[in-house]
C-alpha cells in the first residue's frame, strides 16, 4: 500500500484545513486508517484512527470536537477535517495503514504517507 497525503499548508488559528490520503492498490478496505503528527522539537503522537468500515473512529483528546476522520472506500481515501486551529496543532501530519485493525499506537501501522505541513498562525 502506498499512501500520499495531501492538503496542508499554512492557515490562522480558528480556521480550518482538510486533508486527504490516496492509498494505491486494491485492499485499502482492509487496512484501518489512522492520522499521526509531529510538532517541532517532539515526538510523533496519535491524533485520530478509523476502523475499516469506517463504523467506529477514535480521537486524541487534544483534538476530539475539532477534527473529524472519514473515509471514502470507494476512492481509497481517508480525510481528516480540522476546525477550530490552534497554533499548538502545528505540525507534518501523516497519515498511516495499519492492517485489519485501529490502534493508537505508531508501531502499529504498517505502511505511511509522505507526511504533509500544517502550520497554524496566532
Known amino acids: 500500500v502506498q499512501l500520499q497525503a495531501s492538503g496542508g499548508g499554512l492557515v490562522q488559528a480558528g480556521g480550518y484545513l482538510r486533508l486527504s490520503c490516496a492509498a494505491s492498490?486494491?485492499?485499502?478496505?482492509?487496512?484501518?486508517m489512522g492520522w499521526f503528527r509531529q510538532g517541532p522539537g517532539k515526538e510523533r503522537e496519535f491524533v485520530t484512527t478509523?476502523?475499516?468500515?469506517?463504523?467506529?473512529?477514535y480521537y486524541a483528546d487534544s483534538v476530539k470536537g475539532r477534527f473529524t476522520i472519514s473515509r471514502d472506500n470507494a476512492k481509497n481515501t481517508v480525510y481528516l477535517q480540522m476546525n477550530s486551529l490552534k497554533p499548538e496543532d502545528t505540525a507534518v501530519y501523516y497519515c498511516?495503514?495499519?492492517?485489519?485493525?485501529?490502534?493508537?499506537?505508531?508501531?502499529?501501522?504498517?505502511?505511511w504517507g509522505q507526511g504533509t505541513q500544517v502550520t497554524v498562525s496566532s
Open positions: 498511516a495503514a495499519a492492517l485489519r485493525k485501529a490502534s493508537f499506537i505508531n508501531t502499529a501501522y504498517d505502511y
Open positions: 492498490g486494491r485492499t485499502f478496505t482492509s487496512y484501518a
Open positions: 478509523i476502523t475499516t468500515s469506517g463504523g467506529s473512529t
